[in-house]
Structures are given as C-alpha cells and as structure tokens.
C-alpha cells in the first residue's frame, strides 16, 4: 500500500517556465511533508517542508503547496532552470514521540530544456 | 558543519556474505535513520536509531540490522546477502528540534553478485 504518491514519473518544462510537481497521500496521520531533490548517484538534498498547520510556504522559486482536505501537495519552482533538471522526491512524516520516518513518493523526473 | 558521511561509497559483494555499512552523522544530531532505494521500490525506511536506541522500524526482514553508538555514529549490517538487496543505501540524520528535515549522505552503492 503507497501511502505516498507521485502519479507522474517525469516533467519535461521549457526554462523559465513554471514547473509544478504533485504528490498525494491517503495517510490521514501525516503532518509534515517535504521535498528533495535527489541527482544520481547522491544523497537526496533537502528543498523545502511545509507543516499540516499551513497550506502554503515559500522559499526562494520554490512553493510548496498542501491541500489537506484533498490529501494533495504540489512543488512549484518559478522560474525553472536547467540546473533543476532531476529526481524530485516528497516525502511524509507524523511526528510523533517514538521518533521520525519519511515515507517517499516514487519521485518524479524533472527536465528543464534550455 | 561537515555533512553526513557514509563508508564505503561502493561495494561488491556476493551471495551468502554479510556486509557493514558505516554513517557518521553531521555533528550534533543524535538521530540516524537508514533507507534503501531501489529502481523498483524507491526509496524505503529500514530503521532509525536516537541515542542508541532503536525507534522505529521499518518492513524488512531480520537480516537487516542496525546499531549506534555513543558518538551517534551509526552502522547497518545485512547478513546472508541476497540479489535483490543491490540498491543505495542511504543514511540521514535529524536535528534536535521537532519539525527538523533530515539530512541525507551521499549514499553507499551495494551489488550483490
């Protein structure tokens, strides 16, 4: 059972564009959710997070948006560059006091053309 | 602050053997988690340790373990290794705080042969 979703494995964006990633989940129990960005063969980089409490938050060309009513959260990245070109992972956790998981989405493959 | 650092980066090893991946988390944080990722599961949770301790655990079988020591430095270990256990496997450590993301190592490439 996918608790989280990324329904599109790859984005193709022209640069300068907007590019907008989805994610959805189904556990009811998740308040924090991130994203990364991850290229081959490294470790995911943390983008941004955004808690339960808000539906928005910003960071630079990056925004995250979260819909909790539909169980939906988005990635926009204005304007895209080709140096976003790569895997783009969001992830859940429900904090809680035994600790923190991530669950992850399968990722999605952004292509920025220059 | 020096990142997350995870030994070795590759290894090769054959079916039957047992492996030890090592992580040394970024100073100061006391909680290391450990996922695998591979092409057709992504990326999964195996387990988290905080001040030694195991807290949470993920869905794999026992032959994956984990253990922490006192500097928060962190191994895993996969006995009687498998073909399908070739994946990356990650290391990331969280900050004190409650809302704090984790940070990931660059990840040490596992093939079983």
């Known amino acids: 059972d996918q608790q989280v979703k990324q329904n599109s494995p790859s984005l193709s964006v022209q640069e300068g564009r907007i590019s907008i990633l989805n994610c959805d989940y189904t556990n009811s129990m998740f308040d924090y959710f991130l994203w990364y960005k991850k290229y081959p063969a490294e470790g995911p980089t943390f983008l941004i997070s955004i808690s339960s409490i808000k539906d928005k938050n910003e960071d630079g060309r990056f925004t995250v948006f979260l819909n909790k009513s539909a169980k939906h959260l988005s990635l926009h990245i204005v304007p895209s560059q080709p140096g976003d070109s790569a895997v783009y992972f969001c992830?859940?956790?429900?904090?809680?006091?035994?600790?923190?998981?991530?669950?992850f989405g399968g990722g999605t493959r952004l292509m920025v053309k220059p | 602050k020096a990142g997350v650092t995870q030994t070795p980066r590759y290894l090769i090893k054959t079916r039957g053997q047992q492996v030890t991946l090592s992580c040394s988390p970024i100073s100061g944080h006391r909680s290391v988690s450990w996922y695998q990722q591979t092409p057709g599961q992504g990326l999964q949770f195996l387990f988290e340790y905080f001040s030694e301790t195991q807290r949470n655990k993920g869905n794999f079988p026992g032959r994956f373990s984990g253990r922490q020591f006192s500097n928060s430095r962190s191994e895993m270990n996969v006995s009687t290794l498998e073909l399908g256990d070739s994946a990356l496997y990650l290391c990331a450590s969280l900050g004190q705080g409650v809302y704090n993301e984790q940070f990931f190592g660059p990840g040490t490439r596992l093939t079983v042969l």
């Open positions: 992830a859940a956790s429900a904090i809680n006091n035994a600790g923190n998981m991530l669950t």
